[in-house]
């Protein structure tokens, strides 16, 4: 019903692993499970990403989401951030229609 675009400026994955983990320390919390711990991440009331768009074509997340992104789709494009366009962005939604997501599944 919609789509949610989230930027992540000065971010790290690894840093938000970490300063969940301390919240979670300062709680009475005796078994941690994944819900647990997406609760104590930034932004748990954000969805976790159905596809990442990773330009210059790197092909590695670069500390980015990385406990949001596990089952996120990933899609790379050999431009440049500021060169990415509307054209660009298109390719990347048709790529992704036509993906056959498993969510780990076999």
């Not at 692993?17 to 078994?31: G, P, R, Y």
């Not at 990403?49 to 990773?54: H, L, V």
């Not at 229609?97 to 498993?102: S, V």
Request: aromatic share 12%.
């Amino acid at each position: 019903k919609g789509l949610t675009l989230t930027l992540a400026l000065s971010y790290g994955g690894r840093q938000e692993i970490i300063d969940a983990f301390n919240s979670l320390i300062k709680t009475e919390v005796k078994i941690i499970n994944e819900e647990i711990l997406k609760n104590h991440l930034y932004c748990p009331e954000l969805p976790d990403p159905d596809m990442i768009i990773r330009t210059g074509g790197e092909y590695r997340l670069s500390n980015f989401l990385l406990w949001q992104s596990a089952y996120a789709e990933i899609y790379v494009c050999n431009k440049n951030w500021p060169d990415f366009n509307e054209k660009e962005l298109e390719k990347a939604l048709e790529e992704y229609e036509n993906r056959n997501r498993t969510f780990g599944k076999v």
